[in-house]
């Protein structure tokens, strides 16, 4: 199932087994369809070391989520995107918009990280706030809120 295998991937680089989540990313884009599988991959050869490979896979990523509409993109995809700086202004827009229709903790973490990314920290600030007020145990949400300066 590609969607263990994303998860075991996800696992590896938490742990920072980078060839582990490689390797999972790899069989995952083998027996699946998420686009995912190229930004995971990406992240894992950029801490190897392999840059060059790793821009080429996140291009992959990019050029297959370009397919759907910008306001299908799930959030993982939009973390991708903004984790390597990639169309923050698009993705914190499509950040806003979701929040007026859905506020729930992940609205807010992805709206967070844009507007961290996007150099309006103290906005980003009140936004982790509002994700991390329900106390939600999230490893994704902690580092994010660590690194907005923003603690339980």
């Known amino acids: 199932d ?22 999972r990313a790899e069989e995952a884009m083998r027996h699946g369809e ?3 599988a190229f930004a995971t991959a990406a992240e894992a050869l950029d801490r190897l070391g392999r840059t060059e490979e790793s821009a080429r896979m996140f291009r992959a990523f990019e050029a297959t989520i370009a397919a ?12 991708a995107l903004l984790d390597r700086g990639t169309r923050v202004p698009e993705v914190l827009a499509q950040a806003e918009a979701e929040l007026r229709l859905r506020q729930d903790v992940h ?12 150099g ?5 600030r009140r936004a982790m706030q509002q994700a ?10 902690d ?10």
């Open 34 to 36: 998420d686009p995912i």
């Open 68 to 79: 759907a509409p910008m306001e299908a993109w799930h959030r993982p995809w939009r973390i």
């Open 120 to 124: 309006r920290t103290a906005e980003a």
């Open 2 to 23: 590609p969607r263990i295998l994303l998860a075991q991937a996800r696992l590896a680089l938490a742990r920072g087994d980078e060839r582990q989540a490689l390797a």
């Open 132 to 141: 991390l007020r329900l106390g939600t145990e999230d490893r994704l949400l």
């Open 143 to 152: 580092a994010h809120a660590k690194a907005i300066g923003v603690s339980r």
């Open 107 to 118: 609205g807010y973490d992805v709206y967070a990280w844009a507007l961290h990314k996007a």
